[in-house]
Every structure is written in C-alpha cells, then in structure tokens.
C-alpha cells in the first residue's frame, strides 16, 4: 500500500496561492490514480481535483475548475495541486488519495494525513 504525505498548507489571503504537494513512498505510483479531497469544519470531505496517473487526464471539482492544478512528477513519485485566487470558503483540511480505480472523485483506497489551508480576508 503506498503512503501519502502532504505538505505546502498555511495561511494565505484571499486572492492568494498556494502550492501543495504529495509525496508517495512505500509504493510506486504506478497503477494509482491520484487525487485531492477537503474537508471544511462541520462539513463532509469533497472531491476537488484528480489525475489519472496513466493517461494525465484531469477532473476537477466545479468550485475549482479555473483556479485549481493538480499535476504530477512521476520521477519524484509527487503530486501537486497549485491553487489560485484563493477565497475564503477554500479554508479546509486537504488530503491526498490514492486509488486504482479512475474517476477518484468516486472514492479512494489511501490518504495522507491532511495539510491544512486558512484563506482570510
């Protein structure tokens, strides 16, 4: 099973960026699909983006599309996920997940430990 550990959160302003990352050991990324979940306080964990790691193919969550990256280095076995024009409602725990089956926003086998991201105004 591969092991996922995040890092880049922080405090950020609205408007703001953030880049986070996901490094993978234990287990090659090969054969996962790799994604992001969040989870805001007092609410369910959401999709917000994943990647087929074979194909590259990308799938984002409405609330994301245009301001959101995900993306991958598979030399470094790390996945990314650059946020733009960040606003408040973006505040939340994020986790990296890792699946074998494609679309990962139907679920995920593996999750990191979360990193958490504060948007203020």
């Known amino acids: 099973q591969v092991q996922l550990v995040e890092s880049g959160g922080g405090l950020m302003q609205t408007g703001g960026s953030l880049r986070l990352s996901c490094a993978a050991s234990g287990r090659t990324f090969s054969g996962y699909h790799m994604g992001w979940f969040r989870q805001a306080p007092e609410k369910e964990r959401e999709f917000v983006a994943g990647?087929?790691?074979?194909?590259?193919?990308?799938d984002y969550a409405d609330s994301v599309k245009g301001r959101f990256t995900i993306s991958k280095n598979n030399a470094k076995n790390t996945l990314y996920l650059q946020m733009n024009n960040l606003n408040r409602e973006d505040t939340a725990v994020y986790y990296c997940a890792a699946s074998i089956n494609y679309p990962i926003r139907a679920g995920a086998a593996s999750w990191g430990q979360g990193t958490q991201v504060t948007v203020f105004s």
């Open positions: 990647i087929n790691w074979i194909s590259g193919r990308t």
